[in-house]
């Protein structure tokens, strides 16, 4: 009885109506669902995109685990805590770091910069060398070499390696007591730029400099630092890595991992994703009301197929099976052609780059399988579950003149 159910059902999706205006709904319940499907996967690829591309974003900006005082700016025992990184085979290289807002003038220009002082193994931790497009990374043979985020060095219009050109870098003095001097307020140094890098929102307003200028303009000892960078060489042992740091010197420092030092950031992008995954889940749901006509407009249709079916010794719940199979197959139908114009859509985006989110950036695309999972899950929840509510068709209904 249950292959016969299955049988009428596919016929009846299938096969000619008795009705124009019952196929027209059929199909255009089809259609709906094709379309529904289809957008909200375009749309959750284009959030995977989004995500890979911020990661990519990122990556100069946070290395796999970060080192930080648990108490003030300046690590203590660093002697110690770098002869035991050096020591851990896990790591891959690490560099120390300092970094401090500042303000810089040039020609009668002035803005508010970061300045981050690294020692020469920071390019391989975050290869930031690689995004230079203009001029060259410090040579770190002078401690007042340095690079420049774009955006800052265009505001100031500062001209790059040009030995005749130099910008004034000011850092506040810490301290008490009564000023008597210009020395007393801030230490000052000329600075050369040597080269420039894209900032992509996420360096904006930074200048890369040697490890020893921020020392100098902070006054503080030599080998000193606020933060240590470090890479891993196989970045699936975090969490290991930074338990076994902390096990020995958890009083002092604290640590944090990549994903750790953009919590925020994260938060955020997943919050967004999760209501656009909504409003798509509730365009799929209203979508699943042509569902609903379809399947009553076809118990109308075929009213007196019905009447001889229950007459012959056809089972109620097995006709009733027959109007779920038919709403099942629409909504699969719909489920495979939505997920196949979703996935060329997405393919033609990657290949064709035609859809841009400004001149330079076209929208990102994913394509992964999960996202395959939560849509065809997502579409089969309401379709099934309206099929089955429209199903429930009464004996006396079909009986009755």
């Known amino acids: ?45 284009v959030f995977s995109g989004l995500e890979e591309l911020n990661k990519d974003l990122i990556s100069n900006l946070h ?39 500042v303000y810089i003038s040039y020609n009668g220009k002035g803005d508010i910069a970061y300045l981050r002082g690294v020692d020469s193994a920071y390019v391989q931790v975050n290869p930031i060398n690689k995004d230079v497009f203009y001029g060259t990374y410090p040579s770190f043979e002078y401690s007042n070499e340095v690079l420049m985020e774009n955006s800052l060095d265009n505001r100031l219009s500062l001209p790059v390696a040009s030995s ?49 200028l921020a020392e100098e303009l902070l006054d503080l000892p030599k080998k000193s630092a606020y933060q240590i960078v470090i890479k891993l060489k196989n970045p699936e042992n975090t969490d290991l890595v930074k338990a076994k740091l902390l096990s020995s010197f958890g009083k002092i ?27 798509f889940a509730l365009v799929i749901f209203i979508t699943t009301f042509n569902l609903a006509g379809a399947i009553i407009i076809l ?44 996935t060329a859509l997405c393919y ?7 859809f841009r989110a400004n ?10 399988g999960k996202n395959y999972l939560i849509v065809a899950l997502t579409a089969s929840v309401f379709g099934f579950t309206i099929s089955w509510f429209f199903s429930k068709i009464s004996k006396e209904y079909i009986t009755k003149n």
């Open 1 to 45: 009885m249950k292959n016969i159910a299955f049988y009428i059902a596919s016929r009846y999706l299938l096969a000619k109506k008795g009705s124009t205006a019952v196929t027209f709904i059929t199909w255009l319940a089809v259609g709906a669902m094709t379309v529904a499907v289809a957008a909200m996967f375009v749309i959750i690829s």
């Open 63 to 101: 290395a796999d685990l970060t080192i930080k005082s648990a108490s003030g700016k300046t690590i203590k025992n660093l002697d110690k805590i770098t002869t035991a990184l050096k020591n851990n085979t896990e790591i891959s290289s690490f560099s120390r770091i300092i970094e401090e807002k």
């Open 164 to 212: 005749g050109n130099y910008a004034t870098i000011f850092m506040p003095k810490p301290g008490t007591g009564i000023i008597s001097k210009e020395e007393d307020i801030y230490n000052k140094k000329d600075i050369l730029v040597t080269g420039v890098f894209p900032g992509k929102d996420q360096l904006n307003n930074y200048i890369i400099s040697p490890i020893e």
């Open 253 to 279: 420092i604290e640590i944090k991992t990549k994903e750790e030092e953009n919590a925020a950031f994260w938060k955020m992008i997943n919050t967004e994703k999760l209501f656009i995954y909504l409003i």
């Open 299 to 342: 118990q109308l249709d075929k009213k007196e197929q019905a009447r001889s079916l229950i007459s012959l010794g056809f089972p109620l719940s097995h006709l009733r099976k027959t109007y779920f199979y038919t709403g099942v197959l629409i909504v699969v139908s719909g489920i495979i052609t939505g997920l196949i114009l979703g």
């Open 348 to 354: 033609f985006q990657l290949y064709t780059e035609f």
């Open 359 to 368: 001149e330079a950036l076209p929208f990102p695309v994913k394509i992964v």
